[in-house]
């Protein structure tokens, strides 16, 4: 077992963008803490005894809304019922406004060794537009501090914001880069259909995502941080030597993982679950010993899709051995005929058993990676 995930599905205010299983009220925290903690003992025997959880990851949400004695409580209970390797990798991902130095100190001194801290934008008219709890201050006095108690951090930015000027994603990244951190992600803003951003463009008050400003702030980007000697190791993710997040790592070589919380996914390599995404449905649930989770059994061709998917958004690419060895002959054989027309147009090369995506190519590798997996074989 690779990692475990633990989402914790609370939040101070809704973004205007995010589609993630969250609420605002707070009234059930400490009913959820106890189900969380009852989950992961539930689901020990989903884990062989003698195989050890290589990452922890407190995901949401914002897990920073619990006390750092909370989280603790947690991360208890996993070492008492898994067994956890000496040096695993654990992450909690945390907002500006939660980490007070008070905060920090704590965190310092519990299990929890990396951050990923939710900047999104130093500048504060993409904050306000995004709806982001936190303010530009507190964005860089959190980051100030934290760099002197942790040396693992990571922070996300978010591109393609409407009105974000060529200079000010060019300050965004410096500002970043001024702060010293190891590992940067970055996503393009995009327009989720449950979410408020769609209805406040509809009203027009907030311009519409421009695809070709967010290709261009993707360019910029790449090769700052190329140039600054962070490897573009996966799509949306930078990392200096020896600072890649080993528990995303593991998402994108598929191996398994065990997902904990309401709405968290769960992957042992034939089979992949999820969590009912209600609050009170899964605290009665998991109350009567029952794991409130839908299961769906992976047909080879459903391996094989995520494979290309998860392989060509890093630096590992797809084997054309591997896809032979693992999923048939029939598989290698239509991969290999869908690919060359994105060999021919430079945003794929073979590079000895090896597919990988060009720098041309890389803004557009959901696109191609779709087109070699849509298929049937079954």
């Known amino acids: ?18 589609d993630f299983h969250f609420s605002t009220s707070m009234k059930k925290k400490d009913e959820m803490i106890t189900a969380l903690c009852n989950e992961i003992k539930l689901r020990q025997s989903e884990v062989d005894s003698e195989e050890t959880i290589k990452t922890i990851y407190f995901g949401g949400g914002t897990p920073t809304v619990l006390s750092v004695d909370e989280l603790q409580l947690i ?18 991902e945390a907002n500006p406004d939660d980490l007070t130095e008070e905060k920090i100190t704590s965190l310092a001194k519990s299990k929890v060794n990396r951050l990923s801290i939710g900047i999104q934008s ?9 709806n982001r709890a936190h303010n530009a201050e507190e964005a860089k006095k959190c980051l100030t501090i934290a760099t002197s108690y942790f040396d693992n951090i990571s922070i996300d930015l978010i591109y393609g914001i409407p009105n974000m000027s060529m200079q000010r994603w060019k300050q965004n990244i410096r500002l ?6 190891p590992h940067i992600s970055c996503y393009a803003l995009t327009v989720e259909p449950n979410t408020a951003l769609p209805k406040l463009i509809e009203k027009g008050k907030i311009p519409s995502v421009d695809d070709d400003l ?32 080993k528990n995303n790592t593991a998402y994108w070589q598929g191996k398994h993982y065990l997902g904990i919380g309401p709405s968290a996914h769960s992957f042992n390599g034939k089979q992949r679950s999820w969590n009912i995404n209600n609050n009170t449905k899964y605290l009665k649930e998991i109350h009567q010993n029952i ?30 051995q591997k896809v032979e060895k693992d999923f048939g002959k029939k598989y290698k054989e239509h991969l290999l005929k869908q690919v060359q027309k994105f060999i021919d147009q430079h945003l794929i090369s073979l590079d000895n058993d090896t597919l990988l995506v060009s720098k041309k190519g890389k803004f557009l590798t959901d696109g191609i990676a779709s087109d070699l997996f849509l298929l049937n074989l079954e």
């Open 1 to 18: 077992m690779s990692g475990i995930y633990i989402h914790i599905p609370f939040c101070k205010q809704a973004c205007h963008y995010c």
């Open 75 to 92: 991360l208890d209970t996993i070492y008492k019922n898994y067994k956890v390797d000496q040096d695993a990798e654990i992450t909690i």
């Open 122 to 130: 130093f500048f504060e008219t993409d904050l306000k537009m995004m």
């Open 176 to 181: 970043a880069l001024d702060f010293g951190v």
């Open 214 to 245: 967010a290709q261009e702030h993707f360019k910029i980007l790449v090769d700052t941080l190329e140039h600054e000697g962070f490897i573009h190791y996966e799509l949306s993710n930078f990392g200096k030597p020896e600072y890649f997040s």
């Open 291 to 320: 794991l409130p989770k839908e299961i769906e059994n992976l047909t080879t061709t459903d391996v094989y899709n995520e494979y290309i998917m998860t392989g060509l958004r890093t630096i590992w690419g797809v084997s054309i």
